[in-house]
């Protein structure tokens, strides 16, 4: 007799779709392999920026894709908040203070054989850029956090304050969210005020909501009404970011170039398109990009402690890898390689990777 829990199992994985792994695969990639751009000395190169006016929304995916999944941010507030603290922040520290003990590892190194740091040093540069030194990517983590706790009071305080309101308006103030893009803008026009890269939280929020609307969305819509609108939408971002190549949103920095409202448009745009068309087509699994896409915890906290460990061995030999295109073709894959064989041990170990047990 065959174990039914296998054969659940079995149908799970059979029903999966792979849209979003790929997605996420290819957000990873591209974020690895701008940071191999950026130590390597290439970040403007005409083509390279060329790619990133393409690409500049990826980013903003992980904030959607989370609103995508999420039926509901309500509950125990304790339990919420401790919950998003054990698989966010607890992760954004331990993986910050690993790639800080290389970076200040090979310190006093650098300093005897170039007589100054190699990069300037701040002691204000966590609570102002909440990244570490040595792994600056982490800052996604502690905006992700801050984004699940503002929403889930949010959404407590608009049920509370609509309890005894028609139930057509509790589903409509929801729009309040699309007010958040203006928010993050205004803050932007403030040179991004708020400590801990927070200034950027507001449009996580906007990307989150998107998310859940779009997934209500297709729930009502049949395959061949999602593709169409998708292809639409897909070819609405084509032609803006065409007509406007110079409207762009860095979600790191919450800096916003060219026109802020053509640029969340666009945004809005790709993001539903893309996730639309791919989820309505079954996308069937891409082996490499849906393996990165499915372990992206592991490649986002890893990369960048590699990368300076890379670098800063290089220094201490008198080699700097500025300027160099062979770098960056050992880099690529070498990183990818490292990162995919860390998948088992990191994710075993839930103060890294955030898998706790669920209750």
Same mark, same amino acid.
């Given at each position: 007799?065959?174990?039914r829990?296998?054969?659940?199992?079995?149908?799970v994985?059979?029903q999966?779709?792979?849209?979003?792994?790929?997605?996420?695969?290819?957000?990873?990639?591209?974020?690895?392999?701008?940071?191999v751009?950026?130590?390597?000395?290439h970040?403007?190169?005409?083509?390279?920026?060329e790619?990133?006016?393409?690409?500049?929304?990826?980013?903003?995916?992980?904030?959607?894709?989370?609103g995508?999944?999420?039926?509901s941010?309500?509950?125990?507030?304790?339990?919420?908040c401790?919950?998003?603290?054990?698989?966010?922040?607890?992760?954004?520290?331990?993986?910050?203070?690993?790639?800080g003990?290389i970076?200040?590892?090979?310190?006093?190194?650098?300093?005897?054989?170039?007589?100054?740091?190699?990069?300037?040093?701040?002691?204000?540069?966590?609570w102002?850029?909440?990244?570490?030194?040595?792994?600056n990517?982490?800052w996604?983590?502690f905006?992700?956090?801050?984004?699940?706790?503002?929403?889930?009071?949010?959404?407590?305080?608009?049920?509370?304050?609509?309890?005894?309101?028609?139930h057509?308006?509790?589903?409509?103030?929801?729009?309040?969210?699309?007010?958040?893009?203006?928010?993050?803008?205004?803050?932007y026009?403030?040179?991004?005020?708020?400590?801990?890269?927070?200034?950027?939280?507001?449009m996580?929020?906007?990307?989150?909501?998107?998310?859940?609307?779009?997934?209500?969305i297709?729930?009502?819509?049949?395959?061949?009404?999602?593709?169409r609108?998708s292809? %639409? $939408? /897909?070819l !609405?971002?084509?032609?803006?970011? @065409?007509?406007?190549?110079d409207?762009? &949103?860095?979600?790191?920095?919450?800096?916003?170039?060219?026109?802020?409202?053509?640029?969340?448009?666009?945004?809005?745009?790709?993001l539903?398109?893309?996730?639309?068309?791919?989820?309505?087509?079954?996308?069937?699994?891409?082996p490499?990009v849906?393996?990165?896409g499915?372990?992206?915890?592991?490649?986002?906290?890893?990369?960048?402690?590699?990368?300076?460990?890379?670098?800063?061995?290089h220094?201490?030999?008198?080699?700097?890898?500025?300027?160099?295109y062979?770098? %960056? $073709? /050992?880099? !690529?894959?070498?990183?990818?390689? @490292?990162?995919?064989?860390?998948?088992? &041990?990191?994710?075993?170990?839930?103060?890294?990777?955030?898998?706790?047990?669920?209750?």
């Amino acid at each position: 007799m065959v174990n039914r829990s296998v054969c659940t199992t079995f149908a799970v994985m059979k029903q999966r779709n792979h849209a979003f792994d790929f997605l996420c695969g290819v957000c990873i990639i591209r974020m690895v392999s701008l940071h191999v751009m950026a130590f390597c000395g290439h970040a403007d190169d005409d083509w390279w920026r060329e790619v990133m006016q393409w690409t500049y929304y990826f980013m903003s995916f992980f904030f959607f894709k989370a609103g995508y999944f999420n039926k509901s941010v309500l509950g125990d507030s304790r339990r919420y908040c401790l919950d998003k603290a054990k698989r966010l922040l607890i992760p954004y520290v331990t993986t910050g203070l690993i790639g800080g003990a290389i970076y200040f590892s090979f310190l006093p190194f650098l300093l005897e054989k170039y007589h100054h740091p190699i990069e300037p040093l701040e002691l204000s540069h966590v609570w102002t850029t909440s990244s570490f030194y040595g792994n600056n990517p982490t800052w996604f983590l502690f905006s992700f956090f801050a984004a699940y706790i503002a929403i889930h009071f949010l959404e407590k305080f608009r049920h509370w304050a609509l309890a005894r309101a028609p139930h057509w308006l509790l589903q409509w103030s929801s729009a309040l969210y699309f007010v958040f893009p203006f928010v993050s803008y205004w803050l932007y026009t403030l040179d991004n005020p708020l400590w801990m890269s927070l200034s950027n939280v507001p449009m996580g929020l906007f990307f989150f909501e998107l998310g859940r609307a779009w997934s209500r969305i297709l729930g009502r819509w049949s395959a061949e009404t999602s593709i169409r609108v998708s292809v %639409v $939408l /897909i070819l !609405l971002f084509v032609a803006s970011n @065409i007509a406007f190549h110079d409207s762009s &949103y860095t979600m790191s920095s919450n800096k916003f170039t060219g026109d802020p409202i053509i640029t969340v448009l666009n945004i809005t745009a790709i993001l539903c398109g893309l996730s639309g068309l791919l989820i309505s087509v079954r996308l069937p699994r891409i082996p490499v990009v849906n393996f990165i896409g499915q372990h992206s915890m592991v490649f986002f906290v890893s990369h960048y402690p590699i990368l300076y460990y890379y670098k800063f061995v290089h220094l201490c030999f008198a080699r700097s890898i500025f300027g160099r295109y062979d770098d %960056v $073709l /050992i880099l !690529l894959p070498a990183i990818f390689l @490292i990162c995919a064989w860390l998948v088992p &041990y990191i994710e075993r170990t839930p103060w890294l990777s955030g898998r706790w047990p669920k209750e």
